[in-house]
Every structure is written in C-alpha cells, then in structure tokens.
C-alpha cells in the first residue's frame, strides 16, 4: 500500500506483442502507469546528432506511440517508455562503463522521453552484474564492475530528465539475481529511482532442476523480503504479478522423479543447456491471449480441469513455502504453473497489506485478453486493500 494518504501505483506493461489494451474503459480507470515495452538499450549509445532525433524517428523503435496510448487510458494515467527486457544487456554495458558513456546514453534517453512526450522511464536491465540471458558466454567475474556503474547510470538519468519525469526499475525476483541490490548499494540508486518494479515471476525457470511455483506466494514473499532488507521502503516496492503461464518437463517417476509422490520439488529434465544457457525445449511459457500449442493442448486441457492451490504455510522454512495453483499431468510428465484470478487476491494480505507495499504491477496487461479475467482479479483485490480506488 502507498504512504498514508497516498492512492497506490498500479503499473501494467503493454508489450508489442499483445499490444491491445481492454476496450471497456472501466477496467482502464485503475491504472495509473503504463510501460510501453520495449525501446532497445543500445538505440542510446548514438552521437546525439544521429538518429533518431525526431519524434517519427524514435517512434519508429517502438510498436506504439504516446499519443495512442495516451488516448486509449485515463487522462492522468502516466505513459513510460521500458528500456531493455530479458536478453538485451548489451547497450546497458557499453553505456555504464564511462562516465562519458554514461553522459551520452542518459542524455539521448531525455531527448526521447522528451521528442515522444512521454512521462518517463522503466530500466530493464536484466541485470546488472550478471545473471542475465547472457550468463553462459559472459560469466559474473567479467560484470562485477557493473554493480557499481548501475548507480552511476542511473544518475545520469535522472540528471538528464530531471526532477519531475519518472524513473521506474524492473528488478530482479530472484535473491540469486539481486547481485547490483545490495545494502550498500541500494541507497545510491534510491536516489534516481521513484519505484521498482520487482519481477516476483519467473521464479521458476531453466536454471532450476526441481518443480516450483514460478510466482508463488512464498517466493513472492521471499522476493520482497528480500528488498526490504535491505533498505528499500515499502512504499516504493511494487510486487509483480503474470498474466501467463509456464510448463516444464518432468522426469519419470521411473527415473526417480518423485513426481507421483510430490509434484511440488520434483526433478525436471535437464532444462537448460549447460554450455550455451539456452533452453533444451523442455520448458515454455503462453499468455491467455495466445493458441494453445498444439502438442501442449491436452496436458493443459487436463491442468486446467484438475489444477490446484498448494496453500501457503506461513512461517515455515523462512517466509513459508506454497501459495500456488498448480498441476502436474502424469501422462505427459509435465509441471504447470500459473496463478489464477483466487490465486492472484490470496497474496493481497501476506504481501501487499503486510509488508506495507506501494503497488502493484503486471506483466502483460494485452496477455490477459480476451476476457481479461486476471486484470479484474487483481484490480478487484488492490480495491479490497485501498490501493487503488
């Protein structure tokens, strides 16, 4: 929940992908900041005479325009530009490592929040000292310098925006990943960034070898305690939440899995391929607005019939462990996570109200179209709570 008096964030990134919002305004008046995903990083690193340099140019980058959007929402709803996404790592290195880098990337990225009208900015750097997409080709030991530039960058940024544009952060979920959040590093960032967006999915993913909720209520919990431990302020913390679901392939209960005693901590197949870092095809994801795939279509068939809710223990092995809807589909040996409209409003209370947080976000809000039967969940449940009005 936002400070006292304050109405809470409530963020939605709209992704080229899934571009279209809701046509029913209704469902629109909540938000309050929409994330326009994504500009690539490197798009920054020109001379600043070369292009883009008109608004035409810089929108070109980009699925979608400010104005379009702007139309499409409430008045007041802030529109930002996401820079980044899982995989482009590249532009945020070359920029960060000097300061005349530095200079440059942040002052480009002001002339584009500026030519295209936007509110501000969201940082998706995944992630600053490593761990990212890129893990396998660039180990850690060659990014460890970037926990200190990230910092640096991001008050480039804010000198180059000034005072009253926007800078958000997506970041990490995993404490694996929280390598540049450190408490001796956060409140050098706090300085340039208003709130961060704290990716609390993917909790699960190739680098795992058991079965998890891969946005558990648990894990969430351990994401945002996390964090706040090491002294970012609830208020400026937003808990992420999926509007998609994962599967992962299992071993046989042949092969030892264990899978039909306990699907949750399982043994999966080998996800990832441990000399590249890419996947081995055991593993995906699908949004609500997209086709089954078809070889997936009768294994989620039989998830979506006999899913169900691991409850949450709290307490119990740190934060506690559960909270998560779930199946696993014998037949075919396959592990599905995804959270539910019921499972989206069971982490109100433990999260939300408890640890005193300034908002909520989600990735993505055209995802969960048609019916978008997860945004209504969640807007119902931050209503409940005061975040949103």
Known sequence: MAMAGEPGKYIMYLTGQHPKPPSNPSLLKPITHVALAFMNSSLFNKKPSDPPTTRDEWEEKLFTTVGNVRAQFAPDTKVMIAIGGWGDTKGFSEAARTEEGRKNWAGNVGEMVRAMGADGVDMDWEYPGGNGADYKKIPNSEKEWEIDAYPLILAELRSSL????????????????????????????LESVDFFNIMSYDLMNLRDNVTKHHTGLSLSLQSIDAYLEAGLPPYKANLGFAFYVKWFRTETPENGSGCDKNPIGCNTVLLEDPETGESTGEAGAFSWNEPVPKELFSSFTRALARGKYDEYVPGYNGAGEGGGHYFWDKVENIWWTWDTPEAIKKKMQPIMVAKGLGGAFAWGLGEDGPKFTNLMALTEGLREIGTVH
């Open 162 to 189: 000034g005072p009253d544009q926007i800078i958000s952060a997506a970041v990490p979920g995993l404490p694996r990943d929280m390598l540049a959040f450190t408490p001796d590093n956060l409140p050098s960032i």
